[in-house]
């Protein structure tokens, strides 16, 4: 089988394959931004790229029912989520079109002799290659393309393998939108040739989004060519309900928080932290509300659980599930799987030598943990590799507020979920990665802050 091929996972139907790129095409891409950037990034102004990415974000609005039924092919998506990525995407570029000026201005800097004056300019760097996941196909793309192609950098851009064909209509509406050829170029590269990417010297910074192993990788092949990289990759985010006044909706807050993108989401709550007085009560209505989530076609509008990604997601979550059971979990309900669908699942009893205390499990299935107070819930929270979002679910303010500072995360949302924005950054701690997405600092990660110092 192809490296790179569209399998849908609802069936297992492989629909089409695509060649790998050839080395030599492929360094003729690197050459092709390159150019592209020397060109563009000089004879074009922040209100000309601002203009083209907002056409970007149109393009996305007008196609996209196309542009969703290609994701539900790919990986499985529900339909309706699916239509919901293409419109946070339009979002996405409509921020940076219309905050680009601003997120570019100069910035001045108060001397303290007061001889003169300084500033900083921010300005392109030259060639970014990203590496995006399979999760969210036009999403990640766009917080990485968006913010970057505005400064003025261009892109080469390596999509996961089981995502061709949205690759390709995503370097299409950049064409079309008017970027000139060269400032976005999709790459089905292996990875043996992205090391060599990484290390070409016109390439100035890698942004991935993916797995602790590739990040790891990247992020090694990276500092050993003294590259600017950003890391986005897994998360074991806690969801810590604390005090409630209307449990009914805490347990919809967690179904959602958890069911989002069939558990597929780095984001996703997925250990549900519980103080005492409130664990059993619960953990029957979580139970409960679930279950009564059944996978379902993806095509469908009803359907809200679709299939696992891949057979290969399916097998891992599933291995997952049984390792956890065999060292002593307690298994409520679920752990089902046919074909690539997998039935939504709790797990409790879970102790800290069990492997599934330390792993994410990328998929509908939920651990529920019991804890006396606040501190053990904290405490709990930050007991992981992990360290990317975070739910607080409290009716105490100020509860919620000490919380929130003592959290090991980098983003923590209290009393509710599904709650991104364009212009809030994304990204994490420990091994959940480093640097930010989305928002003015999504803007400021792949820029050169130039000092300009003019003297009195």
Not at 226 to 252: H, N, Q, R, W, Y
């Amino acid at each position: 089988m192809a490296v790179y091929a569209v399998v849908d996972p609802a069936s297992g139907e492989t629909v089409r394959e695509y060649e790998t790129i050839g080395d030599d095409e492929l360094r003729d891409a690197i050459a092709r931004a390159d150019e592209a950037y020397r060109e563009w990034s000089a004879q074009t102004t922040v209100r000309e790229r601002a203009e083209l990415i907002r056409r970007v974000g149109e393009l996305h609005g007008e196609q996209r029912e196309r542009l969703a039924e290609i994701i539900v092919r790919e990986m499985g998506k529900p339909i309706e989520q699916a239509l919901g990525e293409l419109d946070f995407c339009k979002a996405i570029y409509e921020f940076y079109a219309d905050r680009a000026e601003e997120l570019l201005a100069d910035e001045p800097i108060e001397l303290l002799d007061g001889e003169g004056s300084a500033l900083i300019r921010r300005s392109s760097l030259g060639v970014l290659l990203g590496i995006m996941p399979w999760n969210f196909p036009y999403y990640q793309v766009a917080r990485f393309a968006g913010p970057n192609l505005v400064i003025g950098n261009t892109i080469l851009l390596k999509h996961a393998p089981q995502c061709p064909e949205s690759a390709q209509a995503i370097e299409r509406i950049f064409g079309e939108a008017g970027f000139p050829a060269g400032a976005y170029i999709n790459i089905y590269a292996t990875n043996e040739q992205i090391e060599w990417v990484i290390a070409d010297p016109r390439v100035r910074g890698v942004s991935l989004t993916g797995s602790e192993r590739a990040g790891a990788a990247v992020a090694e092949i990276a500092g050993r060519n003294l590259k600017k990289v950003v890391l986005e990759m897994g998360g074991s985010d806690p969801f810590i309900l604390l005090k409630t006044d209307d449990l009914d909706a805490a347990v919809e807050a967690a179904v959602e928080a958890r069911l989002d993108n069939t558990g597929q989401s780095c984001n996703a709550g997925k250990r549900f932290i519980v103080v005492d007085e409130l664990y059993e009560p619960f953990l029957e209505k979580f139970t409960s509300a679930l279950t009564a989530v059944k996978p379902g076609d993806p095509r469908s509008p009803e359907t809200t659980l679709g299939p696992l990604s891949s057979k290969i997601a399916a097998e891992r979550l599933e291995d997952q599930v049984r390792r956890a059971v065999s060292q002593g979990a307690k298994l409520v309900v679920g752990g089902e799987r046919e074909g690539n669908f997998f039935s939504p699942t709790v797990l409790t009893e879970i102790t800290p030598d069990n492997d599934a205390y330390r792993e994410e499990l990328f998929g509908p299935v939920a651990q529920v943990y019991r804890v006396r107070s606040e501190d053990e819930a904290v405490q709990l929270a930050n007991d992981t590799p992990f360290g990317l979002g975070s739910y607080v679910m409290t009716t105490d303010e100020e509860q919620a507020r000490r919380v929130a500072d003592k959290l090991d995360a980098g983003m923590v949302f209290i009393n509710v979920v599904g709650a991104d924005g364009a212009e809030l950054p994304f990204g994490g701690v420990k091994r959940s990665g480093f640097g930010r997405e989305l928002g003015r600092y999504g803007a400021d990660e792949f820029v050169n802050k130039k000092l300009i110092r003019i003297g009195g």
